[in-house]
């Protein structure tokens, strides 16, 4: 059965043209604001990487990533990238970039194992950035400075679109972003699933760093599986905002502080996976061999999806959908890219 839920008296408010259009405006006007906003340089980024680099994001540890062998590269086996969360550390070092300068880049990942609705697909984009801090940077209080930097990009976006496009507004997003721990979430709503927490706390500020996320809470669980290898879980969050479209929650973007020597060994641990330590990259990790860092992803279809009031996030991508999810959207009489 389809997950695809049509927002009740939803209708389309820009054409296929003017949607495209739309989403290139969207694109150019963030993507400017957020390499001024955090000091970046645009770079090229891998589709692919070698499976023996431990490049590759684990997400939750149990999406497989799509595989292939190279025709004419003897012995090389490949995937498709998950994320670039560990490729960016490990290109900043390599480059020697600078302290408090960084790079960003477009993240085209393809997630075969994803669970199709609304806001996910089997094609994901994003903008990945990534930027060198010293060690003395690894607080909270920095970590909250990047966010807010990052949501008042977010904020001149929102401004700019709704110049251009002001039949569009449905709600705006408040001046500034409410700090909260998934611990301290969990304490205010002890009845509730991850899922409808998120939706109470968004629907009251209207858009939240959610932070810490990975750990064990006080109740044994997780409120949202990460990877142990590239965020510091004491210092990573999620930029949550409210969706008035589709009435819930709505993530746009996970960052945060990436893991020291110490958490890294820690987290591993923690997962049962102590045996990444010998990998490539997590040997560099453990050996100081690589750069204190801040970085993580912003979607790109989520954010125009944002920005324009859809309610699909197959109308500002093209990706392929089950059947029944066309035939949702066709009668309701969405036109997906």
Not at 70 to 85: F, R, T
Not at 139 to 167: D, G, Q, R, S
Not at 184 to 197: F, I
Not at 266 to 292: C, D, N, W
Request: hydrophobic share 35%; aromatic share 8%.
């Amino acid at each position: 059965m389809s997950k695809t839920v049509i927002p009740e008296g939803y209708k389309m408010q820009l054409d296929y043209v003017e949607t495209n259009k739309a989403i290139k405006f969207v694109k150019d006007t963030f993507q400017a604001s957020l390499q001024e906003a955090l000091n970046l340089t645009r770079v090229s980024a891998p589709l692919f990487v070698d499976v023996k680099t431990g490049l590759n994001d684990t997400l939750n540890g149990i999406e497989a990533p799509v595989e292939f062998s190279p025709k004419y590269v003897e012995g090389l086996d490949a995937q498709v990238v998950h994320s670039l969360a560990k490729w960016k550390r490990y290109t900043l070092g390599t480059h020697g970039f600078k302290e408090h300068t960084g790079l960003y880049t477009d993240m085209n990942a393809i997630r075969k194992d994803e669970e199709l609705d609304n806001i996910h697909s089997l094609y994901v984009d994003q903008w990945d950035w990534e930027a060198v801090i010293t060690k003395e940077d690894r607080t909270e209080t920095y970590l909250k400075k990047c966010v807010e930097n990052i949501y008042t990009t977010i904020l001149k976006v929102e401004h700019a679109v709704l110049i251009k496009y002001p039949f569009l507004v449905d709600s705006k997003l408040p001046e500034t972003i409410t700090f909260i721990t998934t611990q301290e979430l969990l304490d205010m709503y002890p009845d509730l699933a991850p899922r409808e927490r998120e939706d109470a706390i968004c629907k009251k500020h209207g858009a939240v760093f959610l932070m810490k996320i990975g750990d064990l809470l006080t109740n044994g669980e997780v409120h949202d599986g990460r990877a142990p290898d590239y965020d510091d879980w004491t210092l990573n969050g999620d930029i949550i905002v409210w969706n008035e479209t589709l009435g819930r929650a709505y993530e746009l973007s996970s960052m945060g502080i990436r893991v020291s020597e110490e958490s890294l060994a820690t987290q591993l641990e923690k997962r049962g996976v102590s045996e990444m330590s010998t990998l490539p990259f997590h040997s560099a990790i453990l050996g100081g061999e690589l750069p204190y860092t801040i970085g993580g992803g912003i979607g790109q279809s989520r954010l125009c999806m944002y920005f324009l009031r859809k309610a699909h996030i197959g109308e500002v991508q093209s990706s392929i959908w089950d059947q029944e999810t066309l035939e949702v959207c066709d009668k309701a009489g969405i036109t997906l890219l």
